[in-house]
């Protein structure tokens, strides 16, 4: 006798690289009875009816949720808020509710007021992820062997936590549990920061004009290139994610900023030692990370605390 799914029925509201990928993932795992998808365009719901990966596409956000055992909301931060106060009298009383926002501090903010007190807030943040958006951009490998974040509030029952951690590992993902707090300090430097320098590095490169644009293209070949595809990633995921996590970004770009200036002036003295052991420094990490084979893990950033410069 093989045994019952995970979840009886499971509503994705919003389907793109993350809904897309989620249902692609846990339908290849039987983890639910029924997949529900609803996305907010009538283009995307009938490409997702075309996919064939819902059981059922419907068109409101409240009629996804009601009577699912899993709600997922996979749609930018900024979107979140809104969207729990149009579910929330639809949810079941003891539904597990939880997101994939790429910040949780606000996420959580937004959505907790308007939730039943009945049901489980489990926020998630897979780590995972392309510069890709839309229905087709979805794949069912995308979680396995990334990590997924859970930041569920203090007095979380343990049973909708531990049963959240099991769709994720079931999915691929390695999971791991963290205050909101902590989260969005450690993906402003790991994922947030990063992704405003390739915004910046690929604008500037623009701006030269026409110059040299046809130099920028034709050289491209590794470095710029590899920034110009974080800087194709989607613009309104990325203007929430700055506006929702700005305290934690603006303190990892003050640290940043006082490093580029130490090696601005290690580059305007000549001093090349300074440089040297600079370099090194950073490719051992590079080194360490890839030894221990978690090129898609996050460093142990334990000691990363809100405010603490580096020794
Ligand atoms: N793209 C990544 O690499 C990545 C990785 C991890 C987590 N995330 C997070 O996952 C979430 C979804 O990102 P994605 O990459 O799947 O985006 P996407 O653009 O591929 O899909 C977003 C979906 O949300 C819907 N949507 C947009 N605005 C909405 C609104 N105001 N109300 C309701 N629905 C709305 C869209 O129609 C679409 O179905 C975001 O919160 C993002 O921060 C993204
Ligand atoms: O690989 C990429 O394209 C990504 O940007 C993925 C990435 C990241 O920065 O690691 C982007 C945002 C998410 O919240 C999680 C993952």
Redesign the pocket.
């Known amino acids: 006798m093989t045994a019952p799914p995970l979840f009886r029925r499971i509503a994705l509201?919003?389907?793109?690289?993350?809904?897309?990928?989620i249902a692609r993932a846990a339908r290849a795992q039987g983890l639910a009875g029924e997949i529900v998808v609803t996305?907010?365009?009538a283009k995307?719901r009938a490409r997702v009816t075309e996919l064939g990966i819902a059981d059922r596409v419907v068109d409101t956000?409240a009629e996804a949720a009601s009577d699912a055992d899993l709600v997922i909301?996979?749609?930018?931060?900024?979107?979140?808020g809104?969207?729990a106060q149009e579910i929330a009298s639809h949810l079941r009383p003891d539904a597990i509710v939880s997101?994939?926002?790429?910040?949780k501090g606000a996420?959580v903010r937004e959505m907790t007021p308007y939730l039943p007190t009945s049901v489980h807030f489990v926020p998630a943040?897979?780590?995972?992820?392309?510069?890709?958006?839309?229905?087709d951009?979805?794949f069912a490998e995308l979680f396995i062997n990334r990590w997924c974040i859970l930041t569920p509030p203090d007095k979380t029952d343990i049973a909708a936590v531990d049963k959240l951690r099991a769709f994720w590992t079931a999915i691929g993902a390695r999971v791991e549990i963290m205050t909101p707090q902590h989260h969005d300090l450690v993906l402003a430097i790991t994922s947030h920061l990063p992704h405003l320098i390739a915004y910046t590095i690929v604008g500037t490169a623009d701006e030269l004009g026409e110059v040299t644009s046809s130099e920028v293209m034709k050289f491209s070949a590794g470095g710029f290139r590899d920034f110009t595809r974080i800087a194709a990633?989607?613009p309104?995921?990325w203007r929430?994610?700055f506006l929702a996590n700005k305290d934690a970004v603006l303190e990892m770009l003050g640290t940043f900023n006082e490093d580029l200036s130490k090696l601005t002036r290690a580059m305007r003295r000549g001093d090349g030692e300074a440089l040297f052991e600079h370099f090194t420094r950073t490719r051992a990490i590079r080194r360490g990370i890839v030894e221990i084979g978690q090129d898609s893990a996050a460093p142990d950033f334990g000691r990363l605390q809100t405010g603490a410069k580096k020794p």
Not at 73 to 80: N, R, T
Not at 99 to 103: A, E, N
């Open positions: 509201i919003g389907f793109g690289l993350i809904g897309g990928s996305a907010r365009s995307t956000n909301l996979c749609i930018p931060v900024g979107a979140c809104a969207v997101d994939v926002g790429s910040v996420v943040h897979p780590v995972a992820g392309t510069e890709h958006s839309g229905p951009s979805g990633s989607d309104t995921m929430d994610v």
